[in-house]
């Protein structure tokens, strides 16, 4: 097994493993309470392992679009030289045979794939928990509910509520509201009361508060989850676009190098031809060097379509090229099938 098949088996393996994390932390429920683990927690569980799922199948698109780029760099490489080189020498083998056609001055066409931008990334981030908002809520519930007290007192004592009390008053306050509950006048009892009532206030808005931010970050993180299995399961497609464009590509080189050394050595056939039978016509050739020539005029001709076939369309691979290399793989199958 190849390197890169390894490498691709290694990376699937791995997005597997992120994927089945996501899986396993689940739905956030009571079960989380009875393992000891609160929702919130639960729910960062959720949004780490979903970031991670996002990134991996990101950094496998990255590195596949790498590797693509490296295989189409070594592809006009070799454009590049067999244009300069053999198709040239080809060219002007032909020209003085008799040939007119122009096959080496052509432009290499430079492929640009757009497959690694073509999914927007899901927004992914912790939710906050809410505790910090709860506390601040809390406070202002309790400090209500003493106010309230205070303002009710202040109507049932006919003090004036258009001022603050001073602090014989407050001490008057706090004796009734003792009083209220059963107690004798007292200060000290009645601001235990007051205290105690403004702090059941605040547990309870605290822990409402709370309880409403962990099921609104319970679907938030179910949610995001949701988009990043959608987003993976899109970019997976965009990577097996990515896989079959590298194919493409790999292949392409192959053939334009098998039929670089078959025209080379009909070069060799053209020059002993123009050696040997320079003063003869075309039609006064021996007949094989005819087929010779033909020969190397269709390969020539197939190589030339080969580099000035694009190889992508819109960002995507070029159907026009795989028609192209369909083609030129038949003719070199053609050829190998005369020469062996």
């Known amino acids: ?51 991670v799922l996002v990134e991996s199948v990101e950094k496998e698109i990255k590195e596949a679009m790498e590797r693509l780029n490296e295989d189409i760099d070594r592809l006009e490489k070799l454009e590049e030289e067999v244009l300069n080189t053999t198709l040239k020498e080809t060219d002007e ?14 432009e290499i066409p430079t492929p640009s794939f757009e497959y690694d931008k073509k999914d927007s990334l899901p927004q992914i981030k912790r939710p906050s928990s809410g505790r910090f908002s709860a506390f601040v809520w809390g406070i202002l519930g309790g400090a209500l509910t003493a106010g309230t007290i ?32 059963g107690a004798a006048p007292n200060e000290s009892i009645g601001a235990a009361v007051v205290g105690g009532a403004s702090l059941i206030v605040f547990f309870i808005i605290y822990k409402l ?42 292949k392409t080189r192959e053939i334009l190098n098998d039929l670089n050394v078959l025209l080379k050595e009909y070069n060799a056939k053209l020059k002993r031809i123009l050696h040997f039978e320079k003063e ?40 026009e090229s795989l028609e192209v290399l369909k083609n030129s793989e038949i003719l070199l199958n053609r050829m190998i099938q005369k020469l062996y």
């Open 209 to 250: 508060k709370v309880s409403l931010t962990a099921n609104k970050n319970i679907k938030l993180a179910e949610e995001i989850k949701e988009k990043a299995f959608e987003h993976k399961s899109k970019r997976e497609e965009r990577k097996e676009e990515i896989l079959k464009t590298d194919e493409h590509v790999n």
């Open 93 to 106: 083998l032909l020209k003085e045979l008799g040939y007119e056609e122009d096959l080496s001055n052509v």
């Open 280 to 319: 003869k016509g075309f039609n006064e050739l021996h007949e094989k060097s005819k087929n010779d020539i033909e020969d190397a005029f269709n390969i020539a001709k197939e190589i030339k379509l080969i580099i000035i076939t694009p190889e992508s369309s819109n960002g995507e691979l070029n159907p």
């Open 1 to 51: 097994m190849e390197g890169k098949e390894v490498k691709e088996i290694q990376e699937s393996e791995h997005i597997n493993e992120n994927e089945q994390e996501v899986q396993n932390s689940g739905a956030v429920s009571k079960t989380s309470e009875v393992k000891g683990k609160k929702p919130h927690e639960e729910v960062v569980e959720i949004v780490d392992a979903s970031k």
């Open 150 to 181: 205070g303002y009710f007192a202040m109507n049932k004592l006919n003090i004036p509520v258009d001022k603050l009390p001073n602090k014989e008053q407050i001490t008057e306050i706090l004796k009734w509201v003792s009083e209220q509950i």
